[in-house]
């Protein structure tokens, strides 16, 4: 039984630029958790997908956006790349009761120069 | 003021040592709380829930008061496979279940 996965494992990224990070959620999970982690910081909380559309959202700008696929996937979309949004990005998944315990991916580290 | 919040350490200690982390929270609305132990550039992973009654794990055991919005993990013959940083985590079910994490407090224990 595959666990949750994600995709690039690193990426670098120059400032203004685009990325695009994906999740996997581990079989059974249908609630796809997206946080991020800065160096020497817990993470933070950026949004929350279930039956396709976000549902619960932290404390970060418009720029940040995201997608859930039918198959419970889960894309990170993030615009006009600035120096302060290099960091871990972690995708965790659940059942949608929110009580189950989130598993984490590895994480994509983006590092924007 | 931050919603948990951690010594972020480091802690340095030897093999045997008993050590303790504390965290307190502010936010009232997390109703479930835990530690996730996270290895360096790792995902975080959960170590063990967080009761009021107490619960122990072998040689961890945690602790919740909520009169006070305090939260403590104490570890007992500490091990060199226990150096990691410790995350205490604060969940809010009506908010979809999100976790807010503390900074972390980061354990080294030496030969």
């Known amino acids: 039984d595959a666990g949750v996965t994600q995709s690039p494992t690193h990426l670098i990224k120059t400032r203004g630029q685009q990325v695009t990070l994906r999740c996997s959620p581990k079989?059974?999970?249908?609630?796809v958790s997206w946080y991020q982690q800065a160096l020497g910081q817990g993470p933070q909380f950026i949004f929350q997908y279930y039956e396709e559309e976000e549902r619960q959202r932290g404390n970060f700008p418009d720029r940040f956006s995201g997608h859930q696929f039918p198959n419970y996937s889960s894309e990170l979309n993030v615009n006009a790349l600035l120096l302060g949004d290099s960091a871990l990005y972690l995708c965790?998944?659940?059942?949608?009761?929110?009580?189950?315990?989130?598993?984490f991916g590895p994480g994509t580290r983006l590092t924007v120069t | 003021r931050k919603e948990v919040e951690q010594d972020p350490g480091p802690f340095n200690v030897p093999e045997g040592a008993t050590v303790a982390f504390n965290c307190t929270y502010s936010?009232?609305?997390?109703?479930?709380f835990f530690w996730y132990r996270q290895d360096c550039r790792k995902e975080p992973k959960l170590l063990m829930s967080?009761?009021?009654s107490g619960n122990e794990d072998g040689r961890f055991t945690a602790q919740l008061n909520r009169a006070s919005q305090y939260i403590s993990l104490l570890i007992r013959d500490s091990k060199l496979s226990d150096s990691a940083t410790y995350l205490c985590?604060?969940?809010?079910?009506?908010?979809?279940?999100?976790?807010?994490f503390g900074q972390g407090t980061e354990l080294s224990v030496k030969p």
């Open positions: 965790a998944s659940s059942s949608r009761d929110g009580f189950s315990e989130q598993y």
């Open positions: 985590v604060g969940r809010i079910y009506n908010q979809g279940g999100k976790l807010i």
């Open positions: 967080v009761y009021s």
């Open positions: 079989s059974g999970h249908d609630t």
């Open positions: 936010n009232s609305a997390s109703q479930s």
